[in-house]
T-cell receptor, first 115, second 113 residues
Framework: AQKVTQAQTEISVVEKEDVTLDCVYE???????LFWYKQPPSGELVFLIR??????QNEISGRYSWNFQKSTSSFNFTITASQVVDSAVYFC????????????FGQGTRLTINP | EAGVVQSPRYKIIEKKQPVAFWCNPI?????LYWYLQNLGQGPELLIR????????DSQLPKDRFSAERLKGVDSTLKIQPAELGDSAVYLC???????????FGPGTRLTVL
């Protein structure tokens, strides 16, 4: 069975600090996809990134970066120089490459950036 | 480009009453998903449609929940009768292709009293 664990329930940092959100996943599939979504107070889930299981290259997009390590089944998300607008709940998710295609979400990490 | 549209945004009903949620996916997206999100939890898939066909409804409590996507575009999710435990946010998402990134609507927050 697929499972995603986000051990950090809540994180609170001061603006401009760097922060890393952890994500550990379990799957028996050799091909799968990993995702990060942001859920601001408005409630809409905003897609941030999708990563194929065969692509272990780290990715950087502006202040956001992702570290995918198959050896530890982790897909961590780092925000550099955090801003108040980054405050939200962040979800890590996993989907298999074929079949159901459903997203299995972690429980989310509530990130609060204080001014 | 318009995103996924859901209505209503909020709904408050008495237990045992019926309720329906509507979703209009992004134009051209053939795959439509309904998710349930309980407070403090990640979303969980209820049902997935490929065009008009429900291809994964294994998590849908069929005794009280039903869904339809008659013309392969918009979709309706119904609960009849609602129970107190159904209070949650119901999210709709769509994707262009199976396995592609899913775009979510704002959700319908249901409160059952």
């Amino acid at each position: 069975a697929q499972k995603v664990t986000q051990a950090q329930t809540e994180i609170s940092v001061v603006e401009k600090e760097d922060v890393t959100l952890d994500c550990v996943y379990e799957t028996r599939d050799t091909t799968y996809y990993l995702f990060w979504y942001k859920q601001p107070p408005s409630g809409e889930l905003v897609f941030l990134i999708r990563r194929n299981s065969f692509d272990e290259q780290n990715e950087i997009s502006g202040r956001y970066s992702w570290n995918f390590q198959k050896s530890t089944s982790s897909f961590n998300f780092t925000i550099t120089a955090s801003q108040v607008v980054d405050s939200a709940v962040y979800f890590c998710a996993l989907s298999e490459a074929g079949g159901a295609q459903k997203l299995v979400f972690g429980q989310g990490t509530r990130l609060t950036i204080n001014p | 480009e318009a995103g996924v549209v859901q209505s209503p945004r909020y709904k408050i009903i008495e237990k045992k009453q019926p309720v329906a949620f509507w979703c209009n996916p992004i134009s051209g997206h053939n795959t439509l998903y309904w998710y349930l999100q309980n407070l403090g939890q990640g979303p969980e898939l209820l049902i997935r449609y490929e065009n008009e066909e429900a291809v994964d409804d294994s998590q849908l409590p069929k005794d009280r929940f039903s869904a339809e996507r008659l013309k392969g575009v918009d979709s309706t999710l119904k609960i009849q009768p609602a129970e107190l435990g159904d209070s949650a946010v119901y999210l709709c998402a769509s994707s262009f292709v199976m396995g592609g990134e899913q775009f979510f609507g704002p959700g319908t927050r249901l409160t059952v009293l």
